[in-house]
């Protein structure tokens, strides 16, 4: 009986030590940002801030292109939870903005139409300078990034 739980807690460790979850990232954009973002990894002069959480931090500029120092990773993202976006660049005083989710989308245009949200990510792996990009737009714009 004891070796049961030998091999599941050795599975155990196994399975959690090869998680191939991404770090989580906190975004925070200028209040009035409207447009496309593109960050690009590996560069000597990028940020590379970490919070108290673990969470790596990015400060978007109003021209919305951010330099990393960190090497681009790939992996499983949740969404709205391993990336987080955020309009206002102190992080006591944001307000969140979310990834765009027709289903979520649709429950209530009429309030959602004028909601700014998160579109079209994405990420490139040509080497060596890798980017991560999307787009904050309203809601009420969600055609023009969908269909």
Do not use: W
Not at 54 to 68: A, E, L, M, T
Not at 108 to 131: E, Q
């Amino acid at each position: 009986m004891k070796i049961k739980y030998i091999i599941a807690g050795l599975l155990f460790l196994l399975f959690t030590s090869c998680d191939n979850t991404l770090q989580c990232e906190r975004h925070f954009l200028p209040r009035q940002f409207l447009g496309k973002v593109v960050i690009v990894f590996n560069q000597k002069d990028g940020q590379k801030k970490v919070n108290q959480e673990g969470c790596i931090v990015y400060y978007i500029p109003q021209s919305g292109d951010c330099k990393s120092a960190l090497p681009i990773k790939s992996g499983t993202a949740y969404p709205n939870e391993t990336f987080r976006y955020f309009l206002g660049m102190d992080p006591k005083n944001s307000i969140e903005i979310f990834e765009f989710l027709e289903s979520d989308y649709f429950k209530d245009t009429t309030a959602n139409k004028y909601k700014k949200y998160i579109f079209n990510l994405y990420s490139g792996y040509s080497a060596p300078n890798n980017v991560f990009g999307y787009e904050v737009d309203y809601g009420s714009n969600y055609k023009k990034h969908y269909y």
